[in-house]
């Protein structure tokens, strides 16, 4: 029986300018729709608004969908621009799974953290909610240029038919070509920040450098880029980079390393949240992927990027060095690069500075390397360790390898989890397991199963002295219905294994900063999300013997600093780094680093991978991917690069709060950071922040 469509209900708000300010809750204008008859008819909303200069974690139209069996549908929106813009419309359509008995629509102009706040003004008029089926009309449109490969655009649109959204694209040719400035029959060579994302279609100015100068810590590692732009009638083949041995002016050469590595660029796709200092909205091209050395191709009006990295060994003798790089294609020398490299006085730690948990998960890499499991397993933890991260597993099912631990540990690992709690999964194929149910955590079968798997393997541990270094981790982001089998499972497991803390990221920490919820607190450590975590009930928690770490995935999105996305500037997920030591927060997670789609391994014979998948429904494409599966190798990124700097910068600081004190420290950091969602995108003044780093290290002040 075809389904009668619900008439067209108009909400019209004629609001008020909504000014910037702290809003704990929802701000802005709201309606809510009954449903006597509930059904599972397509929901459309749409509105318009106009903004002045307006900042804010939500500026949006936001849908809270209730079903009938009393679940729900959180946060179905569709977002407006920020900044500065005149009347513009935003829409979106839902297709409910279940019957929907009531939907919330709200206008939202805010940020959801204490001590966060909005900025701008902002309009709303002429919102609607619709329940019917669609009939074709197109929702988003998303174009990108195909260069340069060639010069059509594709544009895709979603569209709406039915209980259908479908996406189609259409190629067509690009009414705004982009027209390379290298003079014709020219290559440039020149060089860019690590902290700067450079695309296939970013090209040199007049002012950029050809150069490259680093300083680092005995025990660091720093990176610079150096960039081949070809004319539009100019096309290399077989470009390669000849690196040099790195002298003092006595001869002394640099005890460590130096290596090169190729970017790789991904096909940017629809649907993501734009960051306002992303890259341009025609570009379809961006960087990640750090494939490993060969002669690469650079297409004709095209820039090729290439990764230096500079390892200082921890008995490097400090002072200058010096050396040139060379590239050249197919032999021919294209440019020689003047390299400076400046080797501090002082080392960082062996042991990381910084407790991290960064999720590499056994089942995506054994899933992509069935056959050298063990093997990839290795070289996975060595590039974390690389890159001064814990190789750890929130979601782990079976403990550890106790001689992974101890090599890990070896290379400076300081925390690791020994076990999710939830029960073992009953196909040993499943790539992962993160959250399970009430019923399945208060069995008391499960209790005695977890206890019996933990409580020997601890004792085993302290045989090998890594007891102190373990905790186990559960109640993944639940609600505060878990509250009860949080507390009963954690007051147990104190008794039963004592030593060993219990870490979560269940809400019951944001729960009790917003008042929804009183104390005490149930759990050893907590780790909200960096815009949910409070200073003040942090330092209360902490004065009870309890740790408070903080973690970024696919929130928060802008303006708060994130990694998760490549649409996010590449300095945020180093910028972080000085937050974590501002804020005080104990540590830092990531949920997942290998989350690979498929089964497929990534070839690098070019460094073009238009087939590999960008897009995901969060909006936060990018989200999990920190590591790709090349044929050969697994591969870092400049997103790991990034993590790995901001670690470093805060061992930076560490090390001169020894020195100077902390206060000492954090007027350094103020200087690019003035809150969680104020803060300096410059390399140059990080690096000058760094520079007042070395120099309390080195001379106390």
């Known amino acids: 029986m075809k389904k009668t469509l619900i008439a067209l209900v108009l909400m019209v708000l004629s609001m008020p300018v909504i000014s910037a300010g702290h809003v704990p809750v929802k701000r802005g204008r709201w309606k809510v729709f ?50 500065t813009h005149d009347w513009e419309e935003a829409k979106g359509v839902f297709v409910p799974k279940k019957p929907v008995k009531k939907i919330e629509v709200y206008a939202l102009f805010r940020s959801k953290a204490q001590g966060e706040k909005t900025k701008g003004s902002v309009k709303f008029r002429d919102f609607s909610l619709e329940r019917r089926e669609g009939k074709g009309e197109t929702f988003s449109t998303f174009s990108v240029t195909d260069r340069p490969f060639s010069s059509t655009r594709a ?88 690196l040099p041995v790195l002298k003092r002016k006595d001869g002394t050469v640099l005890r460590g390393k130096v290596d090169w590595r190729r970017q790789g660029y991904l096909a940017r796709e629809y649907g993501a949240h734009r960051h306002p200092f992303s890259f341009p909205e025609n570009e379809r091209w961006f960087p990640d992927p750090l494939l490993p050395p ?103 099912t079976t403990p550890p390898e106790i001689e992974d631990l101890i090599y890990a540990r070896s290379r400076g690992m300081n925390r690791f989890n020994i076990l999710n709690i939830v029960p073992p999964p009953k196909n040993p194929d499943v790539r992962w397991v993160l959250t399970c149910s009430e019923k399945a955590i208060a069995d008391p079968k499960f209790y005695d199963y977890f206890v019996g798997v933990v409580g020997p393997y601890v004792e085993n541990l302290r045989k090998h002295g890594l007891d102190k270094l373990a905790y186990v981790y559960g109640f993944d982001e639940r609600p505060k219905e878990f509250n009860p089998v949080v507390e009963a499972f954690w007051k147990r497991f104190q008794k039963d294994i004592p030593g060993i803390p219990m870490m979560t990221t269940a809400k019951n920490y944001q729960d009790f900063v917003r008042g929804k919820i009183k104390g005490p607190l149930a759990c050893d450590w907590f780790c909200p999300t960096t815009d ?51 804020y005080r927060a104990d540590g830092f997670l990531f949920w997942i680093v290998n989350k690979w789609h ?91 922040a760094r520079e007042l780093l070395s120099s309390i290290i080195t001379n106390g002040r």
């Open 598 to 688: 498929g089964k497929s391994r990534m070839n690098g014979d070019d460094t073009y991978f238009p087939s590999y998948r960008t897009h995901n429904g969060n909006g936060m494409p990018g989200d999990g991917i920190m590591m790709y599966p090349g044929e050969k190798e697994i591969w870092p990124s400049i997103k790991l690069a990034q993590c790995r700097d901001g670690v470093e910068d805060y061992e930076y600081l560490q090390l001169a709060a020894s020195k100077a004190g902390i206060e000492a420290c954090d007027n350094v950091t103020k200087t690019i950071v003035r809150t969680k969602t104020d803060f300096s995108r410059s390399p140059e003044e990080l690096r000058k």
């Open 155 to 242: 544009e895709t649109k979603t569209v709406f038919k039915g209980r259908d959204l479908k996406t189609i694209t259409v190629n067509e040719a690009d009414p705004t070509p982009v027209v390379s400035p290298v003079p014709a029959g020219k290559t440039v060579v020149w060089t860019e920040d690590s902290m700067r994302l450079v695309t296939p279609l970013t090209f040199p100015s007049a002012s950029a450098k050809r150069s490259i100068g680093l300083a680092l810590a005995k025990r660091e590692r720093e990176s610079a880029q150096i960039l081949v732009s070809t004319a539009a009638d100019v096309e290399r083949c077989a470009v390669t980079l000849e």
């Open 294 to 396: 060969a002669p690469m191709r650079v297409r004709p009006a095209a820039t090729q990027g290439t990764w230096l990295t500079v390892y200082a060994a921890p008995d490097a003798i400090p002072g200058e060095y010096r050396g040139t790089v060379v590239v050249r294609d197919d032999g021919k020398v294209l440019a020689k690069v003047p390299m400076s490299v400046t080797v501090r006085d002082f080392s960082l730690p062996e042991t990381f500075g910084l407790e991290t948990a960064y999720t590499l998960m056994d089942g995506f890499t054994r899933a992509i390397y069935p056959e050298c499991f063990k093997e990839k397993k290795r070289e996975a933890i060595d590039i974390m360790l690389d890159h001064r991260l814990n190789p750890d597993d929130i979601s782990r």
């Open 532 to 582: 949910a975590y409070d200073v003040e009930v942090s330092n209360q928690l902490r004065k009870e013997g309890k740790k408070v770490w903080w973690y970024v995935c696919c929130s928060p999105v802008y303006p708060y600093a994130n990694f998760a996305s490549w649409e996010y500037p590449p300095i945020e997920g180093r910028i972080l780094g000085w937050m974590t030591h501002l």
């Open 34 to 83: 009954q449903y006597e008859n509930p059904d599972r008819t397509p929901i459309l909303f749409s509105g318009w608004s106009k903004a002045v200069d307006a900042h804010a974690l939500e500026y949006s139209i936001f849908l809270d969908v209730f079903y009938t069996d009393g679940t729900a549908a959180w946060g179905r929106r569709a977002d407006f621009r920020l900044g």
